[in-house]
C-alpha cells in the first residue's frame, strides 16, 4: 500500500472518528432537570386577526384565563407605521395596558422581521423603498418604540429582530451590520436586557450570543419541509440543546432561553387555510403534551410557548378546548 493511499486512510478514519464524538456528545445523557421552569406565551395581533378572533378577546384570554405570566408580542412595523411618519399605538397601549393590569411581564419583538408569516411585516409605503431608505425608517421606527415603552417595568426585554440569521420568510434583504445598529440604537435608549433569537435546530447560536444579552431559541418536534415535500421529524434528543446552551454559557457567559416552543401545527399551508385533518399531523393533546415534556427535559429554565392564538381558535370555532385547558394547567 502506497504511503499516500496509507495517509489518506488514516486522514478518513480520523475525521470518521471525530465525527463519531461529535454525534456522541451532542446524542448522548440526560441533561439536569431545571429546579423551576418559567412558561410565556407568544402572541401576534395580526395572526389573531388571519383566524378571524377578536384579538382584544384573545389577549383578555391569555391574561385572565390562561393567567400567563409572561406575554412575548410581536411588534409589525406595518400595523405601528401604516402611513410613513405617521405612528399608531393604540393597540400596543391597550395591550400593555392590560399587562399591567394583570401584572403580567412583557418582551417587545421589534424590528422589520417579527414573528408570524410574512415574517419581514413591511408597511406598502416601505417596499419599494431603497434598502438603506428601509433601514432609516426601521431605526426610527425602533426610537419611536423604545422611547415610548422605556419607562414601563413591566416590559423586561427587547427583542430586536426574529431569527436575523434564518433565511426564512418573505424579507428583502439580512444585513448583520446593520443588526448590529439596530442594536446600538436600542441600548442608547434604554439599558434593558436585549434579546437575539437564532433556530435552535440550525445553528449553534453564536452570532447571537455575541450580539445579544439572551440567546432565544426555537424549539420545534415536527414540521413541514417544503424541499422534501414531506413531514420531518426533528431526530434531536433532549441533550441537543442542553450541550449547546453549556457552550454558549462557558464561551459567552449568556444564558439560552426558548423563545417560540412548538405548540400548534405546522404544515404546506398556514393555518388558517388549513383543514383539521392536516393540521393533526404534526399537533394534537398528545404531541402537545409531548412537546412540553421534551422541552422540560432540555435543562433549559424558560420556554415561551408558540400557538395560543390556535388553541383558542380550536375552543371557540371547532369545540375543541383540550389544548387550552391543558396549557392552563401548565401555565
Not at 2 to 24: D, E, Q, R
Not at 53 to 79: G, P
Not at 303 to 328: M, R, V
Amino acid at each position: 500500500m502506497s504511503k499516500i493511499l496509507k495517509y489518506f486512510l488514516s486522514a478518513v478514519l480520523g475525521l470518521f472518528l471525530l465525527l463519531l464524538l461529535f454525534i456522541a456528545y451532542f446524542s448522548l445523557g440526560s441533561p439536569p432537570r431545571a429546579e423551576k421552569i418559567t412558561w410565556g406565551i407568544n402572541f401576534s395581533q395580526k395572526h389573531t386577526q388571519n383566524l378571524g378572533l377578536d384579538w382584544q378577546e384573545v389577549y383578555s384570554a391569555i391574561t385572565d384565563d390562561l393567567e400567563a405570566e409572561k406575554i412575548k408580542i410581536a411588534v409589525h412595523w406595518d400595523m405601528i407605521e401604516p402611513k410613513r411618519g405617521e405612528y399608531y399605538f393604540d393597540d400596543l397601549d391597550w395591550q400593555t395596558s392590560k399587562a399591567k393590569e394583570k401584572g403580567v411581564k412583557l418582551v417587545l419583538v421589534i424590528g422589520m422581521k417579527t414573528p408570524r408569516w410574512p415574517e419581514c411585516h413591511l408597511p406598502e409605503w416601505a417596499v419599494d423603498l431603497s434598502k438603506e431608505e428601509q433601514q432609516q425608517a426601521i431605526l426610527l421606527l425602533l426610537e419611536k418604540i423604545v422611547s415610548r415603552y422605556q419607562d414601563q417595568p413591566l416590559i423586561e426585554a427587547w427583542q430586536i429582530e426574529n431569527e436575523p440569521f434564518f433565511p426564512f420568510g418573505v424579507c428583502p434583504w439580512t444585513d448583520l451590520d446593520f443588526l448590529k445598529k439596530e442594536i446600538a440604537l436600542v441600548r442608547s435608549i434604554d439599558q434593558r436586557t436585549i434579546i437575539i433569537s437564532e433556530s435552535g435546530e440550525g445553528s449553534f447560536w453564536l452570532r447571537a450570543a455575541e450580539l445579544g444579552d439572551i440567546v432565544a431559541i426555537t424549539m420545534y418536534r415536527q414540521a413541514w419541509f417544503e424541499q422534501l415535500n414531506r413531514y420531518v421529524e426533528y431526530p434531536f434528543r433532549p441533550i441537543f440543546y442542553w450541550r449547546k446552551a453549556q457552550i454558549i454559557k462557558k464561551l459567552y457567559g449568556k444564558e439560552v432561553i426558548c423563545g417560540e416552543l412548538q405548540a400548534e401545527p405546522w404544515g404546506p399551508k398556514l393555518l388558517y387555510d388549513s383543514p383539521l385533518e392536516e393540521q393533526r399531523k404534526t399537533m394534537d393533546l398528545i404531541q402537545f403534551r409531548q412537546n412540553i415534556d421534551f422541552a422540560s427535559q432540555t435543562g433549559l429554565k424558560e420556554f415561551t410557548l408558540w400557538g395560543a392564538e390556535w388553541w383558542y381558535w380550536l375552543k371557540t370555532k371547532h369545540n375543541q378546548p383540550e389544548i387550552w385547558e391543558e396549557a392552563k394547567k401548565i401555565l
